[in-house]
């Protein structure tokens, strides 16, 4: 299984990044995918999840009102816009994939089997 995350940049506060993540060598479509960040020296945390489906979001709500996650499963390819982006989301982004996640447990990384490697997002003020 690969995870191939994509899109990271050096941005201005404000500004807008698409990030892209690529899976293979999984069945992608029954797959739920979520969006972790892990800032310097801090531990990683939860950002969003997607239904295998797509139909369901699941957002942290730190960034609920910047950020949008949404799949193409015919493309094997998961994405998370943000938008206005702060200095604080500066950190490391990491996509990953898990199977029979219950509501309840979308936000832990436990949760998860597969991890990409990460693309880093620097904002600067």
């Known amino acids: 299984v690969q995870l191939q995350a994509s899109g990271g940049g050096l941005v201005q506060a404000g500004d807008s990044l698409r990030l892209s993540c690529t899976a293979s060598g999984l069945t992608f479509s029954r797959s739920t995918m979520g969006w972790f960040r892990q800032a310097p020296g801090k531990e990683r945390v939860f950002v969003a999840a997607?239904?295998?489906?797509?139909?369901?979001?699941y957002v942290a709500d730190s960034v609920n009102d910047r950020f949008t996650m949404s799949r193409d499963n015919a493309k094997n390819t998961l994405y998370l816009q943000m938008n206005h982006l702060q200095p604080e989301d500066t950190a490391v982004y990491y996509c990953?994939?898990?199977?029979?996640?219950?509501?309840?447990?979308?936000?832990?990384?436990?949760?998860?089997?597969?991890w990409g490697q990460g693309t880093q997002v620097t904002v600067s003020s």
């Open positions: 990953a994939a898990g199977s029979r996640i219950i509501l309840s447990s979308v936000s832990q990384s436990s949760s998860y089997h597969y």
């Open positions: 997607i239904h295998r489906g797509g139909s369901r979001t």
